[in-house]
């Protein structure tokens, strides 16, 4: 498996994780984070992967310089 999917797998299986009815994510925090682990992946499409999945599961996020 490449760097895209296993990001691809660990954004979804950490967005399972969150409790019930939790906040805002922060996208740029996030990334950042996963920035650190894929290197090889632009913070650009980190930032896309995580607010796709977002989405898909119905959760809110924050845009990137948007106060949280």
Same mark, same amino acid.
């Given at each position: 498996?490449?760097? #895209?999917g /296993?990001?691809?797998q660990q954004?979804?299986a950490d967005?399972?994780a969150?409790? /019930?009815?939790?906040?805002?994510?922060?996208?740029? %925090? @996030?990334a950042?984070?996963? %920035?650190? #682990?894929f @290197?090889?992946?632009?913070?650009?499409?980190i930032? %896309?992967?995580?607010v /796709?999945? %977002?989405?898909? #599961?119905?959760?809110?996020y924050g845009?990137i310089?948007? /106060?949280i």
């Amino acid at each position: 498996m490449d760097d #895209r999917g /296993k990001l691809e797998q660990q954004v979804a299986a950490d967005m399972e994780a969150l409790p /019930k009815g939790c906040g805002r994510i922060d996208v740029e %925090a @996030v990334a950042r984070f996963y %920035a650190g #682990r894929f @290197v090889r992946i632009p913070f650009n499409d980190i930032v %896309a992967t995580i607010v /796709k999945e %977002a989405e898909r #599961r119905g959760l809110p996020y924050g845009h990137i310089g948007q /106060k949280i």
